[in-house]
C-alpha cells in the first residue's frame, strides 16, 4: 500500500435521512481514508444536514438484521479522527440551531469550506 | 497452545495484546514480532474482503497503521502495537483476505516487524491469564460473541 500520509480529503455529503441508501457510503469511505492516514473531513449541506440532528440518525438502519445505524456509522467515523463539519446556512433550512447537534460537529459557513476545499487534495461529492 | 475461549472468542494465552486496538504480538527473538488481529477482530470486522499492508521498510510509531481492513460493513486500520520497522508483511492476504477471519493467530498474520523498544511496550501490554480477564471484562462489556467462518482454525 502507498503511503498517503499528509493527503487530504473532503467528502460532501448532501442526502439525509430521507435517502437512507444515500447516507452510509459517503462515511465509509471517510472512515476508509482515514485508515488511510489521509485527513479526512465530511462536509454536510442541503439535506445532508439533517442526519446530524439529534436523534435522527438512530431511526435510520440500512440492514435490519444488523444493530448498525446511522448513529453507528456517524460515531466510527469520527472515532476513526473523521472530522464532521456543517453547513451554517443548511443549518437555518432545516430550522436547527448548534443545541439541535449531536456531539462532536461543528459548524463552518460558506466561505470556510471553500477556502477549505482550494487546500484539500481531492473532494469526493455525494 | 493454551488458550481460553470466552463467548466463543479464542485468546491464546501465550501471546501479548494491545487489547483496545484488538491486536496480538508474538516475540520470535531478536526484536522480531509477528503481528496480527485478535479473534474479536475478525469477528467484529465480519468477512474481510480486502486486507492492504504497508511495505516492508516501513518505519512505525506505536498507534500508527500497519495494514487498512475492509470488510461488508467495517473498514479501518490495523494498529502497531510497537514501534519499529516493518520487514516482512503477508503476502497470503492479498488473494485471500479472509485468512484474517479463518485464522486469526496462525495464517492470517499480518506483518512482521523489528521492534526498537519492545521491552517497554511489551509491558504495557497484557498477556497469559491477564489477557484472558482483559478481554472476557470487553467481551461482556460490550456484549461481543465471536463467529468463524467455515474452515477455521481449531483448537
Given amino acids: 500500500m502507498e503511503d498517503f500520509e499528509g493527503k487530504k480529503i473532503l467528502v460532501i455529503q448532501t442526502h439525509g435521512v430521507e435517502t437512507p441508501t444515500r447516507t452510509y457510503s459517503p462515511l465509509f469511505y471517510a472512515m476508509a481514508a482515514a485508515a488511510m ?54 443549518l437555518e433550512l432545516w430550522d436547527m440551531t448548534q443545541d439541535d447537534l449531536i456531539d462532536g460537529v461543528e459548524i ?13 487534495d481531492h473532494v469526493m461529492y455525494f | 497452545m493454551a488458550h481460553e475461549e470466552v463467548k466463543g472468542c479464542i485468546i491464546l494465552k501465550d501471546l501479548y495484546y494491545a487489547v483496545q486496538d484488538n491486536t496480538w504480538v508474538k516475540v520470535e527473538g531478536d526484536d522480531v514480532v509477528t503481528v496480527g488481529m ?20 516501513t518505519a512505525r510509531k506505536k498507534g ?21 520497522e516493518i520487514i516482512e508483511v503477508n503476502e497470503a492476504l492479498a488473494g485471500d483476505a479472509q485468512l484474517i477471519n479463518r485464522s486469526p493467530y496462525k495464517d492470517g498474520w499480518v506483518v512482521k516487524m523489528k ?35 467455515e474452515g477455521s482454525d481449531t483448537y
Avoid at chain 2, 500508527?64 to 502497531?80: C, D, F, Q, Y
Avoid at chain 2, 511496550?121 to 461482556?140: F, H, N, P, S, W
Fill in chain 1, 37 to 90: 492516514e489521509i485527513e479526512t473531513m465530511v462536509w454536510f449541506t442541503m439535506n445532508g444536514t439533517n442526519q446530524l440532528k439529534k436523534g435522527e440518525a438512530e431511526k435510520v438502519q440500512l440492514d435490519p438484521t444488523s444493530n448498525v445505524t446511522l448513529k453507528t456509522m456517524l460515531e466510527m467515523a469520527m472515532d476513526s479522527d473523521v472530522q464532521l463539519r456543517v453547513c451554517q446556512q443548511s
Fill in chain 1, 108 to 120: 463552518m459557513g460558506a466561505t470556510s469550506i471553500i477556502e477549505l476545499s482550494l487546500t484539500y
Fill in chain 2, 38 to 57: 485478535t479473534d474479536i477482530a475478525q469477528s467484529l470486522a465480519g468477512p474481510i474482503l480486502h486486507a492492504k499492508t504497508k511495505a516492508p521498510g
Fill in chain 2, 64 to 84: 500508527r497503521p500497519i495494514a487498512t481492513v475492509e470488510s461488508g460493513k467495517w473498514v479501518g486500520p490495523v494498529k502497531s502495537p510497537v514501534t519499529g
Fill in chain 2, 115 to 149: 521492534a526498537s523498544n519492545l521491552e517497554a511496550e511489551l509491558a504495557e501490554m497484557t498477556t497469559g491469564d491477564a489477557a484472558v480477564e482483559a478481554y472476557r471484562q470487553k467481551i461482556e462489556q460490550d456484549g461481543i460473541e465471536c463467529t468463524h467462518l
